[in-house]
């Protein structure tokens, strides 16, 4: 399912982002500019769990809401530590984006 590759490629993108290895702008097409925001902020904020290892998507699942509207949820392991995270991803002419994020 095309939503699903798109939620699991962008949050790879958004961990990504937290762990430095890439900007926050390559978010751009991907997400909304409210993500986008939050994102920067959680990079400033939360330097001290990129101590515990790189971040390693383990797990997506999606729910459709209605159609062009998925709700995702699903997991991350930084080093022995697993957390949550939650995104909703809709689709306008024909393309995805993230419009909703939360992490932990």
Do not use: N
């Not at 993108?13 to 762990?19: A, P, Q, T």
């Not at 509207?69 to 909703?88: I, M």
């Amino acid at each position: 399912m095309a939503a699903k590759r798109f939620a699991e490629r962008s949050l790879r993108l958004v961990l990504e982002v937290l762990d430095g290895r890439r900007g926050a702008p390559q978010l751009r097409p991907l997400a909304a500019p409210a993500v986008i925001s939050a994102v920067e902020t959680l990079v400033r904020a939360c330097a001290a769990d990129r101590r515990l290892g790189v971040a390693v998507l383990v797990g997506v699942h999606i729910v459709p809401v209605r159609p062009g509207v998925v709700e995702v949820f699903g997991g991350y392991e930084r080093g022995t530590r697993r957390f949550a995270l939650a995104a909703r991803i809709v689709a306008r002419r024909g393309e995805w984006r993230v419009t909703a994020l939360r992490l932990r």
